[in-house]
């Protein structure tokens, strides 16, 4: 892609219900819109999670408590319309989205959970148009009458990770209702169309415009840094993305989160000042500029609200006179801090860095986004209602077809309930090989040991 650019107004009328000013976020979105095949508003810009679920299970409330977070949710049931000269939001009225039913009986016992998350990966690689409402679906596998495994897809332009988890938690409230249970109400639901007037409103606020001049001294002359591609991209065939999955011991989970109490960081940051170390070896760079994705949900009132609120931030850290390792988490979580305490929409930071996203446009590079996944109500074996219901985590098989992201590569890494870390990389096929993601991973993870178990170590110069 060229140069991005985000508008920072939208063009859309204000004030009816079907007829609703996009979010900076979506017109954030709309900055990688390339289409139906890729991009933002492509096929398969989704995301699947996956869930076992233990009980006796009623297909019939399933269906049922489905339509009610359809309901209960607009985004789930809005367009983002992007006609010539204008873009908004158009919101429909409740409807019902797909639930298939596969019968898994003939597995065997002992392979339910290698198979479940096959179902996730199969399901990961498909396609769902955005076009197609309402944005989300559902697949259970049923191993026999008390245990499956329920699959949800969800179009990324109407949610994102933290998203995933509030519609499982009303899903399943909701089904324990249906099913004649009393569990815990569900909290009053803020829509998303609320958090995209509040945006508008509060773009100059003296807050705002104190963060804007923060970005603007922070991101003078900076560009974010891209890593060298196998092969050069061609704009004439399109993306096409696989995974890696990787996992980190139980060891060295450990080790990393002493290392962050220690250091009075949080286990981001020092997974982030590893990764700063690792492109400095890649690339030679001293002045590393990561994106990477806050919750951005900015107010309390907007914390069980579904919709696309991730916001993509740029941490720049200059590395530059480090003389140990131990230098350079202290100058990432310098960076961590002051970043989240100026945590604007990415649309009000790119006009005040111009050369910031330059990097896209580099057909022999691509720019690695790194994440720590977070939800708000990951469930672990949480019984509600008749059921119990555990998220599928550890996930370990890469796919050579998956979801796809807008543009570049995506580094993942979630700290297990078991006390490990599940990692994966996403990229496109056409740039890299998976040989590269692989060595990656292992320098990856060798700078991260050297990092929490011996600080100290001089930074190795390149």
């Known amino acids: 892609m060229g140069t991005m650019s985000v508008p920072e107004t939208s063009h859309a009328p204000s004030g009816l219900a079907d007829h609703v ?11 990688f819109d390339k289409g139906d095949v890729e991009g933002a508003f492509s096929h398969r810009h989704t995301l699947v999670y996956g869930w076992r679920l233990a009980g006796r299970l009623d297909v019939d409330a399933l269906r049922g408590a489905l339509d009610d977070v359809v309901a209960r949710h607009e985004t789930l049931r809005t367009s983002i319309v992007r006609g010539e000269g204008e873009r908004y939001q158009e919101i429909h009225p409740p409807m019902s989205p797909e639930l298939v039913v ?6 065997d016992p002992g392979s339910r959970e290698t198979r479940a998350e096959e179902l996730v990966n199969e399901l990961d690689s498909g396609a769902y148009s955005v076009d197609r409402l309402p944005h989300l679906r ?15 897809v969800l179009h990324h332009t109407a949610g994102d990770a933290w998203s995933m988890g509030l519609i499982m938690r009303d899903l399943a409230v909701r089904y324990a209702v249906r099913g004649g249970h009393r569990p815990r109400d569900l909290p009053e639901v803020t829509q998303y169309r609320e958090f995209a007037l509040w945006q508008r409103e509060s773009a100059e606020t003296d807050a705002v415009n104190a963060s804007r001049e923060y970005w603007r001294r922070k991101l003078r002359g ?9 092969r050069p991209r061609r704009p ?11 996992l980190i011991d ?7 989160l002493r290392f962050s109490r220690t250091t009075r960081s949080s286990p981001f940051m020092i997974l982030l000042a590893a990764y700063n170390v690792l492109l400095h070896e890649l690339t030679g760079a001293t002045d590393i500029v990561v994106p990477t994705f806050t919750a951005g949900r900015y107010q309390d009132r907007f914390l069980d609200t579904v919709g696309p609120f991730f916001n993509f931030v740029p941490l720049r850290t200059d590395i530059a006179g480090c003389e140990s390792l ?8 310098a960076t961590c801090i002051e970043a989240y305490s100026h945590d604007i929409p990415f649309a009000q930071v790119v006009p005040e860095a111009p050369e910031l996203t330059h990097s896209f446009a580099d057909p022999g590079q691509a720019v690695v986004a790194f994440e720590i996944l977070q939800s708000p109500s990951p469930m672990d074996g949480e019984v509600i209602g008749n059921l119990r219901y555990s998220e599928i985590r550890r996930r370990l098989l890469s796919q050579s077809v998956s979801s796809h992201i807008p543009d570049g590569a995506l580094w993942a890494t979630d700290i297990l309930p078991s006390g490990e870390m599940a ?3 996403k990229f496109d096929v056409n740039l890299f090989d998976e040989s590269t993601m692989v060595g990656m991973v292992a320098g990856f993870r060798r700078v991260l040991r050297n990092t929490v178990t011996d600080p100290d170590s001089p930074l190795k110069q390149v």
């Open 423 to 425: 990692g994966s990389l």
């Open 326 to 333: 131990r230098e350079v988490v202290g100058r990432t979580r």
């Open 222 to 230: 900076a560009r974010i840094l891209a890593v060298p591609a196998d």
């Open 138 to 152: 559902a697949v259970l596998g049923r191993f026999d009458d008390h245990d499956g495994v329920l699959v949800l």
């Open 250 to 256: 139980a060891e060295l989970t450990s080790a990393t």
């Open 102 to 107: 596969r019968d898994l009986s003939g597995t």
């Open 21 to 31: 000013p996009l979010s900076l976020n979506q017109e954030f979105l709309c900055a």
């Open 236 to 246: 004439e065939v399109p993306n096409a993305y696989a995974v890696h999955r990787f």
